[in-house]
T-cell receptor
Framework: GDSVTQMEGPVTLSEEAFLTINCTYTATGYPSLFWYVQYPGEGLQLLLKATKADDKGSNKGFEATYRKETTSFHLEKGSVQVSDSAVYFCALTSRTGGSYIPTFGRGTSLIVHP | EAGVTQFPSHSVIEKGQTVTLRCDPISGHDNLYWYRRVMGKEIKFLLHFVKESKQDESGMPNNRFLAERTGGTYSTLKVQPAELEDSGVYFC?????????????FGQGTRLTVV
């Protein structure tokens, strides 16, 4: 079945550091790819998405590029802030048994220190 | 516009008791999903409603879990009787469109602790 693999956390960075969170996937068919973020005490919210190969999703300074050849969708940000501290989930949606079910990774916790 | 709301936000129950979780999706969203996240692990799919019908319940762990969606509006997830391994955060999500590039909107989750 479909699956998403994320790097283990927590990732601890100082403010203004460069961030990379790795995500790879396996899927039958041609999935859409997403990054969701969960801030403390809140539900998951969509951060960015990409729907076809070589698409780049971007939002709030975060970027991720859909790489079909390496089945990856790594999340990057050039300069993190304390307010970026959250749990980040990589996800894909593909057709499964007649419906489209979002499949998630285990999440990567990001802690940014001042 | 109200988002997806879940109730309760936390629940602590003893093994063998019954708990019912509720999810109110965004109005007009036909698709409703239940997920569970055990501490530090991936968010696992439980089931998918389209309106009041169960489209896919392949992720339901066993017959102690029962989900319903009355009239295609709110949904409940009942665990009876609860076991220790049922502890985790239960998320509900809804979406308007079943296409693969559509965003799912999540509630804040219900943290269930079975002691």
């Amino acid at each position: 079945g479909d699956s998403v693999t994320q790097m283990e956390g927590p990732v601890t960075l100082s403010e203004e550091a460069f961030l990379t969170i790795n995500c790879t996937y396996t899927a039958t068919g041609y999935p859409s790819l997403f990054w969701y973020v969960q801030y403390p005490g809140e539900g998951l919210q969509l951060l960015l998405k990409a729907t076809k190969a070589d698409d780049k999703g971007s939002n709030k300074g975060f970027e991720a590029t859909y790489r079909k050849e390496t089945t990856s969708f790594h999340l990057e940000k050039g300069s993190v802030q304390v307010s970026d501290s959250a749990v980040y989930f990589c996800a894909l949606t593909s057709r499964t048994g007649g419906s489209y079910i979002p499949t998630f990774g285990r999440g990567t916790s990001l802690i940014v220190h001042p | 516009e109200a988002g997806v709301t879940q109730f309760p936000s936390h629940s602590v129950i003893e093994k063998g008791q019954t708990v019912t979780l509720r999810c109110d999706p965004i109005s007009g969203h036909d698709n409703l999903y239940w997920y569970r996240r055990v501490m530090g692990k991936e968010i696992k799919f439980l089931l998918h409603f389209v309106k009041e019908s169960k489209q896919d319940e392949s992720g339901m762990p066993n017959n102690r879990f029962l989900a319903e969606r009355t009239g295609g509006t709110y949904s409940t997830l009942k665990v009876q009787p609860a076991e220790l391994e049922d502890s985790g955060v239960y998320f509900c999500a809804s979406s308007q469109d079943p296409r693969p590039n559509t965003e799912a909107f999540f509630g804040q989750g219900t943290r269930l602790t079975v002691v």
